[in-house]
């Protein structure tokens, strides 16, 4: 998966040739890293599961790729127990490596082939065998409830002991927030939420949304859980916004959950040496990868 916020970077490093000479490499890569897993077979170990983290750029084709181990450690940088977990992992050569390749074609097919194409081969390569790659996981969730995550940060409304900004039914009333019009105009303004009783309490904030007395979440009929389809004999609108109905029933559907957790992996490697580039820190890129929940 590619990281979607894009910026690009020129990184100068210099390196010393063995002829004492200093030279520059150039390296105009994106920094928007892709992730695949590589199982290898060993002798007497089973099979293997690495990570493979890697970036390619066109004219010319190169690649920068980092190979870690997949372990319970490494694992748990793809959805950290707390925004801002670390970790380093020592570059060996052999379960860490890091390496720089350029190809005689588009090496985007090759890298995590299991077959490679035909046509596209490796012309140079270069690795290092020391150094070590730091790992820094944050995220951001968001229950996509048209609510901006930073207006929600400070409350649980509706006292379930789900933080606002994680709850996509923000008063408890089993219709998703995001059906109740907190944001009618997609402006970030929510001075205009739907209020349909208007008593200065917006829908998605109100769990008596048609202040008629019963509460929403019981103005479910047919108990499914989509009190939109809740409409009484004679009506234009659902039982929860019409104050003229006010039956009550029983909550047959208790609507779970959701919301999503944006992961981004920020790599860094310090003191590689590749023979023709050495560089005490080489920001390497970063990953994304988006969680549901």
Partial sequence: MRNWLCFFSVLLLTTACDDGDVIDIRLDFDKELSLCEIQTANQGSGITSSFLFYDTREDPFESLTLLIPRTTATEAMFNPAASGDTQTITIDGTNVQFHYRAYNGDPNALICAVIPPAGVAVTNSYSSSSGSAQFIST???????????????????????????????????????????????????????????????????????????????????????????????????????????????????????????????????????????????????????????
């Fill in 139 to 293: 995220f951001q969730d968001d229950d996509n409830d048209g609510v901006p995550t930073a207006l929600e940060f400070d409350g649980d409304s509706d006292g379930d002991g789900i933080p606002n900004y994680k709850d996509n039914d923000d008063d408890g009333d089993n219709v998703p927030t995001i059906n109740e019009k907190p944001d009618p105009n997609n402006d970030g303004d929510l001075t205009d939420a739907q209020d349909t009783d208007g008593d200065t309490i917006p829908d998605y904030l109100d769990n008596d949304d048609d202040g008629d007395g019963t509460l929403t979440i019981n103005e479910d009929e047919n108990g499914n859980g989509n009190l939109f389809d809740d409409i009484a004999t004679g009506a234009s609108s659902a039982r929860f916004l019409d104050a003229i109905f006010a039956n009550s029933y029983a909550v047959q559907t208790n609507n779970t959950n959701q919301f999503q957790r944006i992961v981004t992996i920020t790599i860094t490697l310090n003191n590689i040496d590749i023979s023709i580039l050495s560089a005490d820190s080489l920001a390497l890129g970063t990953y994304e990868t988006t969680l549901s929940f």
